[in-house]
């Protein structure tokens, strides 16, 4: 079946413009996560929604990031005012709701601020 | 959540079964151990869980001894597309969802 989707794959933005990362989770899944990978680092989790609770947004690395899932499906990221230390691969992951630690990546969008 | 020990790296060539060890000698009872890699400018690919009994899916078996203090991954058949970081966790299923991945191991299939 259908796996994560991310859109765009790849991003270059001026510092200071806004940008927004798609992510298209499994059908089904409840649960979606956003996480960023640095260049040669480990992964960063930054929110998670599950249903129609409240997301843990206690990743995000400053006001300047936000989220939202619309419809229990579809998630956007935002992030306003790039900075140069926002560059990293920004992940999305889906899972079921009795499965959390079982989750399926997307291919992940390349945020590059120049 | 239990701390984990993996090797550095290990070789494997193509073909041959990958025995991928990982220590977690604080397991406590209700933990379980999961397994994923990330192949090179790829995200993490979820490969498989186990509590205590041995599992199998299409992607590999994991193999836990019965004081649950170490495991083996295996792949049975490795090939060059196995080359990856696999990571080696041990979580509560009801503990925080957020993954967090140690060095991990690199494991490169040669030819």
């Known amino acids: 079946g259908a796996g994560v989707s991310q859109s765009p794959s790849n991003k270059v933005t001026e510092k200071g413009k806004d940008v927004e990362l798609r992510c298209d989770p499994i059908?089904?899944?409840?649960?979606l996560y956003w996480y960023r990978q640095s260049l040669g680092q480990g992964l960063e989790f930054l929110i998670y929604f599950q249903g129609n609770s409240a997301p843990d947004k206690s990743g995000l690395p400053s006001d300047r990031f936000s989220a939202e899932r619309t419809g229990g499906s579809v998630s956007t990221l935002t992030i306003q005012r790039t900075q140069q230390e926002d560059s990293a691969v920004y992940l999305c992951?889906?899972?079921?709701?009795?499965?959390?630690?079982?989750?399926?990546f997307g291919p992940g969008t390349r945020l590059t601020v120049t | 959540d239990a701390k984990t020990t993996q090797p550095t790296s290990m070789d494997c060539a193509e073909g041959r079964a990958a025995n991928l060890p990982c220590n977690h000698s604080?397991?406590?009872?209700?933990?379980?151990v999961y397994w994923y890699r990330q192949i090179h400018s790829q995200g993490p690919q979820y490969i498989i869980h186990g509590l205590k009994n041995n599992e199998t899916n299409e992607m590999a078996s994991l193999i836990i001894t019965e004081d649950r203090k170490s495991s083996t991954l295996i792949l049975p058949h490795a090939t060059l597309r196995d080359t990856a970081v696999y990571y080696c966790i041990v979580r509560g299923q009801g503990g925080s969802e957020k993954l967090v991945f140690g060095k991990g191991m690199k494991l490169t299939v040669n030819p």
């Open positions: 992951a889906s899972s079921f709701r009795d499965s959390r630690l079982e989750q399926y």
């Open positions: 059908s089904g899944h409840t649960a």
């Open positions: 604080t397991i406590s009872g209700n933990e379980y």
